[in-house]
């Protein structure tokens, strides 16, 4: 194996739950919709969100409040926008140095690194800032590629980008979406992380607690 792919949130980063939370609430009161209301809408179009069916992050939240009984006008959605973007920008920002010190290290021992994340169009924006970006050969973004962890057409949409079989990849993830048997079923060597989250209690491949600890697959 030569390939790493790798997984985003609560992989490479924190996942951010409980800021996602207070940041959505703080979005819906923006939208001038009840907050939970908006939470729970917001959180059941997860899917729709990761494959872009409503357009940018403007355009989504707008059809998200219009669930919920409002009727934003454009500096309330701008407002729920930047609120969203500074949320994203700030979670892409705060990575381990461990973490880039072990994506470096693949690096220079010749591996070829891509992304394979469920994400939705603000983060994908704000990736190029982020510190991880610079060890990235390839990006297989769902809201970009219109499909999103387990299907299959997101991990050959990165297996494509660095010109590679799957049975060629190492994927490491947190084990959300089912991604770790869908990896695993497409020929990956599939690795669960606990470093940020405990997201797939029943996996019984590979874990390992850090994401630092991938280097033993380096020797």
Known sequence: MKVLLS?????????GDDERDTVNAQMGAALGVDAAAFQAAFDASSYE??????????????VIAERCGGSPTDAQVQE????????????????????????????????????????????????PGSPLAQYFDATAFSAEVGSAKPEAAIYLAACSAVGVDPSDCLYV???????????????????????????????????????????????
């Open 49 to 62: 969100r990761f494959i872009g069916a409503y357009g940018d992050l403007p355009s989504t939240l707008r």
């Open 173 to 219: 993830g947190d084990g959300n979406d089912n991604e770790l048997p869908a990896a695993a079923a497409l020929g990956m060597h599939a690795i669960r992380t606990l470093e940020h989250a405990d997201n797939a209690p029943t996996w019984l491949g590979p874990t390992i607690k850090t994401y630092a600890e991938l280097t033993s697959y380096l020797r």
């Open 80 to 127: 729920a926008t930047s609120l969203r973007r500074a949320l994203a920008a700030r979670l892409l920002g705060n990575v381990a140095a461990a973490t880039l010190e072990t994506l470096a290290a693949f690096k220079a021992a010749g591996w070829r690194i891509g992304l394979v994340s469920n994400i939705t169009a603000e983060t994908q924006l704000q990736w």
């Open 7 to 15: 997984d985003l949130f609560s992989t490479l980063i924190s996942g």
